[in-house]
T-cell receptor, first 112, second 116 residues
Framework: KAGVTQTPRYLIKTRGQQVTLSCSPI?????VSWYQQTPGQGLQFLFE???????NKGNFPGRFSGRQFSNSRSEMNVSTLELGDSALYLC???????????FGPGTRLTVL | AQKVTQAQTEISVVEKEDVTLDCVYE???????LFWYKQPPSGELVFLIR??????QNEISGRYSWNFQKSTSSFNFTITASQVVDSAVYFC?????????????FGTGTKLQVIP
């Protein structure tokens, strides 16, 4: 089975712009979660989608949003980018193995 | 509140040495899962092991072994005969169900450097 894929792998944006990141889960997995990883804050949970519905959300401002499509692919959007949004954004999919998340390679976002 | 502590920020060992990565967790739940993930420089978090709260059996997989002790709320990870390819950041994580939803808390990670 192919693993979790994320595109793009690297992204450079400027403050005020918006960005959309994409994640394709492992085939058959219906849950997709997004995390932000920074050196200062570590791994922080953004949100989880299951069957096109957001079922859990972390403590991030409304500039961070996401959605999931009927094929379980998910997108994450960040509007009005700030310097502090520079991070590695990781997507994880989960299937039937209890609570076990499988991660993609991440998208490294740099905001200038 | 759930919490995962990885007190070792960085560890350096010489190749072929054994190394143990510590993980201590806090939870009020009786049902939970514990995980270890490896993050090489490429960035992807690689799943290594899952252990549920009712299974305190230690596990060995090749050069890797895990020691789960509920009495001390610890889930330590040992690499035997370390190799340069083991160099990575290792994360311990705790997963609980809160209000029907999964809540995952990651530790801050331990950076392991294996010197040839």
């Amino acid at each position: 089975k192919a693993g979790v894929t994320q595109t793009p792998r690297y992204l450079i944006k400027t403050r005020g712009q918006q960005v959309t990141l994409s994640c394709s889960p492992i085939s058959g997995h219906r849950s997709v979660s997004w995390y932000q990883q920074t050196p200062g804050q570590g791994l922080q949970f953004l949100f989880e989608y299951f069957s096109e519905t957001q079922r859990n959300k972390g403590n991030f401002p409304g500039r961070f949003s996401g959605r999931q499509f009927s094929n379980s692919r998910s997108e994450m959007n960040v509007s009005t980018l700030e310097l502090g949004d520079s991070a590695l954004y990781l997507c994880a999919s989960m299937g039937t193995a209890p609570d076990t998340q499988y991660f993609g390679p991440g998208t490294r976002l740099t905001v200038l | 509140a759930q919490k995962v502590t990885q007190a070792q920020t960085e560890i350096s060992v010489v190749e072929k040495e054994d190394v143990t990565l510590d993980c201590v967790y806090e939870t009020r739940d009786t049902t939970y899962y514990l995980f270890w993930y490896k993050q090489p420089p490429s960035g992807e978090l690689v799943f290594l092991i899952r252990r549920n709260s009712f299974d305190e059996q230690n596990e060995i997989s090749g050069r890797y072994s895990w020691n789960f002790q509920k009495s001390t709320s610890s889930f330590n990870f040992t690499i035997t005969a370390s190799q340069v390819v083991d160099s990575a950041v290792y994360f311990c994580a705790l997963s609980e169900r809160a209000g029907g939803y999964q809540k995952v808390t990651f530790g801050t990670g331990t950076k392991l450097q294996v010197i040839p």
